[in-house]
């Protein structure tokens, strides 16, 4: 897998789960090269992973080199001159599909002038890149056909498919951007052309380019789809912030490893539970300021949890706030936010204005309170039911812990203890003992490298051999070390690879192979393992190296006599979480 695409997540590894969501549309994909594919508009709110998710499609599909031919463009929150915007989305559009036809990573985001375009159009005798580098350059330096350079651009894919049988993917990121960011003039003195999203109201209906856009603020982008799209044209595929039980344990283990920031694997299994199993979420708990953050153990967790929820300067209230600021300018009064708190107190459920107003006892009528709620879902911070008069709040415990936080005392004067909450949460799981380590062992099939190397770094004093067996030293290790993934060389230049590579202060080295295999590890994969130890050994003389290999799948009996021989300790559970 290669990443052209410079990913918004950063570390490719923190992309965790998503598995349905890329069979999908793994499955779309398919359908692109015979023309079955309608285009489609991803829904999520801020922070969901949607970015992350079509820019890991653009990677695949760059990668693969195959039919389809991915396009892609984040629509940023920048004025930008008309004009502009058309050179600006053509030089992409361009550059990367020469990129792709010329396995040049740099062009993605490296986007070629104009005059490069052109210069490689004449080359390899692509008259239309001549043709529009041509009447870009004139009609920018003379003025006066800005749409039709604008015409030019967004219809760049869709005719070139045309032209030369090829198959696109358009992908445009926070497509409700358009509407508010480009001007007519060039200082930005008019209102912007909100009318832009509409240049791609027959372009949405291709099926040789089709496209794939996402937007943040979704009742915004339903707006603008719904105007200048017309009803239908995008199919709408709805995104949740929040990963599976499993994958939200994972992503818990990614960003502690990604950011060195040490768990245990009871903590890991807290904090993904109390942080809803949301990556962004748990990102912020990993990075966070909090001056007493220690996520070894319950307490220090829900703490730091705790303050990203409930301190004005955390990573997690600031994105939030920013949020709910902007979506909450055209309802901010207390009756609005009272009504926002009760919908998000009981999201479980539609709410009909009537009812509000009986459950909250407002003095004001049920007409007035519909027209705050209708304004609610434009805001994006509750939702509509199957009827006009019928609302709920959204299906977000994160949202709606933040809104707790900052209306609650507001509206019902008394501050939430979150903290406390997030203790009784600790102490129930804690009595699921048994239901927790089933959820460990479940996931070590995927993470056990990472879980191993996290019970190394959590715990104090221990002997190797009080997760192996067959370990012949038994002198207490304080791991002051603990890498993953160390690299090795053969003499012949072969590279090999130790998965867990724990070093004490007393000079003892415990490196350990895991196999996540099924099947039981074979004596040919023990030696394989036992030159690796002694290669790690002879490169580091002074160091007394402790081998150990752990299987999932178990070992054959020829296996485990030649790990008992060879002084290497075994196991086939990660024993002490």
């Not at 307490?299 to 600031?318: C, L, W």
């Not at 603990?482 to 202060?505: C, P, Y």
């Not at 799948?553 to 060879?566: I, M, P, V, Y």
Request: proline share 3%; with cysteine; charged share 30%.
């Amino acid at each position: 897998m290669e990443y052209p695409l410079e990913e918004k997540i950063g570390d490719p590894e923190l992309l965790v789960g998503r598995e349905k969501e890329f069979r999908n549309f793994g499955k779309w994909i398919a359908g692109i090269p015979k023309r079955i594919s309608k285009s489609r508009v991803i829904l999520a709110r801020r922070k969901s992973g949607k970015t992350s998710f079509v820019q890991r499609i653009f990677n695949q599909l760059w990668t693969e080199n195959g039919q389809v031919i991915p396009f892609y463009l984040d629509i940023a929150e920048n004025k930008i001159w008309y004009p502009h915007f058309a050179i600006k989305y053509y030089r992409a559009f361009a550059s990367q599909y020469i990129s792709f036809l010329e396995r040049d990573k740099r062009l993605v985001s490296e986007h070629l002038s104009l005059e490069d375009i052109r210069e490689y159009g004449l080359s390899k005798s692509i008259k239309s890149l001549v043709r529009d580098a041509d009447f870009m350059i004139k009609e920018n330096r003379e003025g006066g056909m800005h749409g039709l350079m604008w015409d030019a651009a967004c219809e760049a894919p869709h005719r070139f498919a045309s032209l030369f049988e090829k198959r696109f993917l358009v992908i445009l990121d926070e497509f409700q951007n358009l509407s508010q960011y480009i001007y007519p003039d060039p200082h930005f003195e008019t209102r912007p052309i909100d009318t832009i999203p509409g240049s791609f109201h027959s372009l949405s209906e291709s099926k040789i380019a089709p496209m794939l856009v996402t937007g943040s603020y979704v009742g915004w982008l339903i707006e603008i789809a719904t105007k200048y799209l017309e009803a239908g044209r995008l199919s709408e595929i709805y995104m949740t912030p929040y990963l599976t039980e499993e994958d939200g344990l994972e992503a818990v283990y990614r960003y502690a490893e990604a950011y060195e920031e040490p768990v245990t694997n009871e903590t890991a299994v807290l904090i993904s539970r109390l942080c809803m199993s949301d990556p962004f979420f748990i990102s912020c708990v990993m990075q966070s300021n909090y001056e007493n953050r220690d996520l070894t153990t319950a307490e220090g967790a829900a703490d730091t949890v705790n303050y990203e929820i409930t301190d004005r300067h955390s990573e997690m209230s600031k994105t939030w706030g920013e949020y709910i600021q902007l979506t909450l300018d055209k309802v901010n009064d207390r009756h609005a936010k009272a009504i926002l708190l009760h919908l998000s107190r009981h999201s479980d459920r539609y709410w009909t204005p009537k009812e509000i107003k009986e459950a909250l006892g407002l003095e004001i009528g049920a007409d007035n309170i519909r027209k705050k709620l209708n304004l609610l879902v434009e805001a994006d911070v509750i939702e509509w039911g199957s009827s006009d008069i019928q609302f709920r709040g959204l299906q977000d415990g994160t949202l709606n812990l933040i809104l707790r936080n900052r209306f609650e005392e507001e509206i019902a004067t008394f501050v939430p203890d979150l903290r406390q909450e997030f203790q009784r949460e600790i102490a129930g799981l804690r009595k699921e003992n048994r239901r927790l380590r089933g959820t460990l062992n479940n996931l070590s099939g995927k993470v056990a490298e990472i879980q191993l190397a996290a019970a190394f770094r959590s715990r104090k004093r221990f002997s190797l051999s009080d997760f192996f067996d067959g370990v012949r030293d038994t002198a207490r290790l304080n791991i002051t070390d603990v890498r993953r993934r160390v690299l090795l060389q053969r003499d012949d230049g072969k590279n090999m690879e130790l998965d867990v590579v724990a070093g004490s202060d007393c000079g003892r080295v415990a490196v350990a192979e895991v196999k996540k295999w099924k099947k039981p590890v074979t004596r040919t994969a023990a030696e394989d393992f036992a030159e690796k130890a002694e290669r790690f050994s002879e490169q580091n003389p002074d160091k007394i190296v402790l081998p150990a290999f752990l299987a999932l799948g178990g070992f054959t009996d020829d296996a485990l006599e030649f790990c008992r021989e060879q002084g290497i300790g075994t196991a086939e559970k990660i024993e002490h979480f």
